[in-house]
């Protein structure tokens, strides 16, 4: 399961964080994810709450931020942020889309005690 290694990553974040920091306990990690990262929120949710056992994670809060898909052509412009039309290719001139949002999964904040 996909989101399941992602969580366990978010966790290991977190864990370098508080030891550096020499806390014991995380209290809230905020993480972003692009729409179009294939993540799932509630099945990352779910992973979390499992990983998070017997971690030093273990209550801490997770908050997920769904960033919106955007994409760009670099030859006229031309933006489109609908992921469900999204083919690579400018519907205005055909020439080739840039994804600029929608394709990330970062750990924004975490906050240990
Ligand atoms: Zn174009």
């Known amino acids: 399961m996909h989101e399941l290694s992602i969580a366990q990553s978010i966790i290991e974040i977190a864990e ?8 014991k306990a995380v209290k ?9 990262s294939g ?6 949710e779910f992973s979390f709450d499992i990983a998070k056992v017997g971690t030093i994670a ?10 919106k898909f955007k994409s760009i052509c670099n030859f006229c ?7 469900n039309d999204f083919n690579l290719f400018c519907p205005n001139c ?10 990330e999964m970062r750990v ?6």
């Open 77 to 83: 412009g031309f933006v489109l942020e609908t992921m």
């Open 28 to 36: 809230k990690i905020k993480v972003q994810i692009g729409e179009f």
């Open 39 to 44: 993540v799932v929120k509630e099945a990352l």
């Open 58 to 67: 273990e209550n801490a809060e997770l908050e997920i931020e769904i960033v």
């Open 94 to 103: 055909s020439e080739p889309m840039s994804i600029i949002s929608g394709r």
């Open 16 to 23: 370098n964080i508080a030891r550096e920091n020499d806390s």
């Open 108 to 113: 924004e904040y975490i906050e240990i005690e």
